[in-house]
Nanobody
Framework: QVQLVESGGGLVQAGGSLRLSCAAS????????MGWFRQAPGKEREFVAVVSRSGGQVAVGDAVEGRCSISRDNAKDLVTLQMSSLKAEDTAVYYC??????????????????WGQGTQVTVSS
């Protein structure tokens, strides 16, 4: 079983930046595709970003395009989400997720097998 623990959330001013981290355990980290999702109050969970097993391929969601980067450190079993130019609409619970899926990078909720508990990010305007 894979355990995922997010950290780095909190209160951030609009226009600021944040870094979220996710520590993984329970499986060989490099065997997992890693991603981030977020869920705002009253809204569906939304894809944010994904990184391939090697870290060589990434994809980000439309809502964060140009403001977001994802990276991973397979030596430390860590995946990081960096966001800048934050807006009030970025306020959400951010979830780390891991996928066993092969082939093209996953980005749908059902393509991810393991989930963290989430970390709250609140952007004040």
């Amino acid at each position: 079983q894979v355990q995922l623990v997010e950290s780095g959330g909190g209160l951030v001013q609009a226009g600021g930046s944040l870094r979220l981290s996710c520590a993984a355990s329970g499986r060989t980290f490099s065997s997992l595709v890693m991603g981030w999702f977020r869920q705002a109050p009253g809204k569906e969970r939304e894809f944010v970003a994904v990184v391939s097993r090697s870290g060589g391929q990434v994809a980000v969601g439309d809502a964060v395009e140009g403001r977001c980067s994802i990276s991973r450190d397979n030596a430390k079993d860590l995946v990081t989400l960096q966001m800048s130019s934050l807006k009030a609409e970025d306020t959400a619970v951010y979830y780390c997720a891991a996928s066993n899926k092969g082939g093209p990078l996953p980005y749908r909720i059902y393509e991810f097998d393991y989930w963290g508990q989430g970390t709250q990010v609140t952007v004040s305007s």
